[in-house]
């Protein structure tokens, strides 16, 4: 199963990166949000996908799961939201600035 989740993280990876090298500010802040999503993705399976139940005091278990990596993911997921929803708001505030959302037109440069 970690197998299948790591080729899911490269594909995601490999479409961030796709995402992030376009032209439109949109398309940027998609691939941010699908690297966001593998990041998390690789977290947990870094963490281990392990069977056993919660580490609770006074249980008695033969194998425990490490709450760690789901509580990282969790505070991730929280940021990245609102880092996504802080950096769209700023993409349209551009677009009705500069009424473009190309980033080489809002940069300036005129192709030769």
């Not at 032209?23 to 949000?33: D, E, M, N």
């Not at 999503?37 to 490490?66: N, Q, R, W």
């Not at 789901?70 to 996504?84: D, K, M, N």
Request: hydrophobic share 55%.
């Amino acid at each position: 199963m970690e197998t299948i989740i790591i080729f899911l993280v490269g594909i995601l990876t490999a479409v961030a990166i796709y995402l992030l090298l376009s032209k439109s500010l949109i398309r940027v802040i998609l691939g941010t949000a699908i690297l966001s999503h593998a990041v998390h993705l690789l977290i947990l399976a870094m963490g281990g996908l392990k069977e056993g139940t919660v580490p609770l005091l006074g249980e008695e278990a033969e194998s425990y799961v490490d709450a760690l990596p789901q509580a990282l993911i969790l505070t991730a997921i929280v940021i990245s939201f609102a880092v996504t929803a802080f950096i769209l708001v700023l993409a349209y505030r551009a677009y009705q600035e500069l009424g473009t959302d190309d980033l080489d037109e809002m940069r300036g440069v005129n192709d030769e």
